[in-house]
């Protein structure tokens, strides 16, 4: 039987895929990681349920033969950050393009099913009008935003020109358990959940009402696992959004409410590169995909606040 690969499985989004797969009971599930940013803590009980490698995808010997055979390969390996890209661009093009080519031909020698490959919202850069729709052009403002577009047209090109099942997947801001708030470059959700639990001042960069369609963790998950599946996709693009629209204001107002705090944030410059909003328009994924976001923003909030709770509990013991 073929197994299902996930790249970038200890990472945050990649091990909610790997607990996705293992859920569905669909056999043998192969994790690539490199293990630069992923974490095989991130695997904690499914550890033993999965094969995990410790391969780059920069090194195309070194993946090859784990994707050879696959019956759908997960592409969730990066490096994210717009601003990491900004400050340092070339290990990110080198992960998130020459890498993203490494899998895809590595999918088409070993004849792999399907290939679904986490796309970025950021492709949009700032369009006139919301929500944004697939068929607007993209204008990417940083290399990340880049080097992700660069990989869908890798994707696109692979299924037209080697007839090989590709769909890339925009994730829009996602947010949940196990994102790694360590970094002045993680996400911004674990920053200010973070912030909270420690009663400490998030910095806001720019006024505050910048707005992203923040995406809870197990409907990206619901979404590979369709995107797997579905047929008539190849070569496809489709947003992985909410369909909302949530300002960094907002998002620190509701923080404070569910803690019961009152903790004003700092304000600073605006960062270069950052995209002023960013929503999704589903009318796509829901059309062709079956895809039906589960979670509310506050209720994302609410699973996700908890989990980093218990896990800065866990640390603190
Ligand atoms: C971008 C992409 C997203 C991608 C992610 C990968 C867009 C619209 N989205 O996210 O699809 O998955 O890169 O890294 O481009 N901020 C603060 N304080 C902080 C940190 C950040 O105010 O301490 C602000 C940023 O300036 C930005 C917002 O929060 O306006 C979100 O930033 P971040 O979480 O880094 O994600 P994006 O750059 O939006």
Redesign the pocket.
């Known amino acids: 039987m073929s197994h299902y690969v996930v790249t970038g499985g200890a990472g945050f989004i990649g091990s909610a895929i790997v607990r996705g797969l293992l859920r569905e009971g669909v056999g043998r599930v192969v994790v690539i990681d490199s293990l630069l940013t992923g974490r095989e803590s991130n695997l904690e009980e499914v550890r033993k349920s999965v094969d995990l490698q410790r391969a780059d995808v920069r090194h195309y010997a070194e993946i090859a033969p784990l994707i050879r055979g696959a019956a759908v390969v997960f592409h969730e390996a990066a490096i ?5 890209s900004i400050d340092d661009p070339e290990p990110s093009h080198e992960v998130n393009i020459n890498g993203t080519f490494n899998v895809l031909r590595a999918a088409r020698d070993g004849q792999a099913g399907r290939v679904v490959y986490a796309a ?3 492709a ?1 850069g700032d369009t006139e009008v919301l929500p944004k729709v697939e068929t607007m052009m993209p204008f990417p ?2 290399p ?2 880049l080097q ?1 577009l660069v990989g869908e047209h890798y994707c696109n090109i692979f299924a037209k020109v080697y007839g090989m099942e590709t769909v890339a997947l ?5 947010y949940g358990p196990r994102q790694d708030p360590s970094s ?9 959940i973070k912030a909270v639990l420690e009663r400490q001042t ?5 006024d ?1 009402e ?1 707005s ?2 923040f995406t809870y963790v197990d409907d990206v998950v619901e979404l590979n696992l369709k995107a797997a599946r579905a047929p008539g996709v190849a070569g496809k693009i489709y947003n992985g959004g909410n369909g909302g629209r949530i300002t ?1 204001n907002q998002a620190w107002a509701l923080l404070q409410k569910l803690e019961g705090v009152n903790i004003p944030a700092a304000y ?1 410059a ?2 270069p ?3 002023r909003h ?1 929503q999704a328009d589903t009318t796509a994924v829901v059309r062709d995909l079956g895809y039906a976001p589960r979670f509310s923003f506050e209720e994302g909030m609410r699973l996700t606040l908890e989990w980093y709770r218990r896990d800065l509990q866990g640390q603190t013991q």
């Not at 994210?80 to 990491?84: C, E, I």
């Not at 002045?184 to 200010?192: A, D, R, T």
């Not at 998030?202 to 720019?206: K, N, S, V």
């Open positions: 994210p950050s717009v601003p990491r970025s919202s950021s949009y403002k940083s990340y935003a992700k925009r994730y829009f801001n996602v002045p470059y993680s996400g911004v959700l674990s920053l200010f998030p910095t806001i960069l720019g505050g910048q992203r369609d960094l600073a605006p960062r590169g950052d995209v960013s």
